[in-house]
């Protein structure tokens, strides 16, 4: 390749790198309050396997507004973003990895809540209540923050964060 097609091939690569997650932002922040809105309707107020997917859907629209949101202003806003901020760094490592997995996990709550819901066995539908959902999301947000990649403070002390 020649020099010229290596800076054409470098400024289309840093113009998608730009573009891209401002779309990504804007379409899956529309997605994600659409989500919002039908989960949160009357008809499915009082289903547990709704609840499931509201919680997904709203840890769904908080990593994306963090977490593409502060990526996006490292890679391309670094002056405006303290990239030597060591708890700015730490936190947001901690919450792209804990958000993610909370997201995917009241997905798969929705999914056993399904199977409980469909067994043959009676004893097994009545744990699909709405009530012991709730009890379940709780339990589950707390154990997944409390469980997950912790927050050291001597690992504060380090002098760059990397995106």
Known sequence: MTDNNILILNQVISGITLYVPYFTIIVG??????????FTSRQLRDNPCALYFLCSAIFDLIYLTFGASTRLMSDHYSYILPRRSAVFCKVRTYLTVVIPALATLFITLA??????????????????????????AVLNHEDSTTRSTRLHPHEFELPVCNP
């Open 29 to 38: 922040t529309i997605g994600s309050l659409c989500n919002l809105l039908t």
């Open 111 to 136: 999914s056993v809540d399904r199977c409980l819901l469909t067994s043959n066995s009676t004893k097994w539908r009545k744990l699909s209540r709405i009530s012991i959902s709730r009890y379940t």
